[in-house]
């Protein structure tokens, strides 16, 4: 007896109902693909990953409450296995590098989704990365391979910080506890743990107060 493939399940999230239902419509005319949330907000978005664990989030750049970049490093953070495709109504290389960095899959206009969207889905299904448009894809080609490359791919020149490690210096610098950060980033206490060892461990801190001392040289915190 065979056993049913199981969908490819899918959240969209976007503030404009028509964009939702525009993608929701080609999404539910492929095979095996079920749109199974919407979300309005980038909280919205959050909470819905965390409840529904889709496959694949569609993910609106701009939205109220939290953007889609914030919102997509949460994401991450919830649900590892849900792969993150970002929409956005303009494309600039730089706002590419940022979609990189959040941890999302993909970056695709929206205006390329009625000829795109099936070719990035089936790309980021396959764990590839797919970004719109011929000057994007070369862009995240040669970034993906300077980060191979080993070139220094951190928010702090000189170091192998990432963006979400330099965040969590900043907050517990600034005196927050371990708690309190992670409720300002929107992840447990035991992954700000996590990092903060990490960080000690990468950056050869010997203590809490030499840490300190990087983000007031480094400008992350005042003195």
């Known amino acids: 007896m065979s056993v049913a493939q199981k969908s490819y399940r899918v959240l969209v999230a976007d503030d404009h109902a028509v964009v939702r239902s525009g993608l929701k419509h080609l999404l539910e005319e492929q095979p095996g693909v079920e749109v199974c949330c919407e979300a309005t907000t980038g909280v919205e978005a959050v ?6 664990k889709p496959d694949m989030i569609l993910l ?3 939205m109220p ?13 919830a649900s590892p296995n849900t792969d993150i495709l970002v929409l956005s109504m303009h494309y600039t290389e730089e706002i590419a590098r940022e979609v990189l ?5 993909g970056y695709m206009l929206k205006s390329d989704a009625n000829t795109e969207l099936v070719t990035a889905i089936n790309r980021v299904r396959r764990g590839e990365q797919y970004f719109t448009g011929c000057l994007a894809s070369t862009m995240a080609e040669n970034f993906a391979q300077t980060k191979a490359d080993g070139s220094d791919d951190s928010v702090i020149a000189g170091t192998s910080l990432t963006p979400r490690e330099a965040e969590i ?11 309190e950060a992670a409720g300002v980033l929107g992840v447990s206490t035991r ?5 903060r060892n990490h960080i000690m461990h ?11 001392r990087f983000a007031i040289r480094k400008n992350l915190v005042e003195p």
């Open 65 to 77: 409450d939290m953007n889609g970049l914030d919102a997509a490093r949460q994401i991450r953070e």
């Open 101 to 105: 960095r959040s941890g999302a899959r």
């Open 60 to 62: 609106d750049l701009t």
């Open 169 to 179: 210096i900043q907050l517990l610098a600034q005196g927050k506890s371990n708690k």
């Open 47 to 52: 909470e819905c990953v965390k409840k529904t």
């Open 191 to 195: 992954t700000v743990e996590s990092h």
């Open 202 to 212: 990468k950056m050869e801190f010997e203590s809490f107060s030499d840490m300190v």
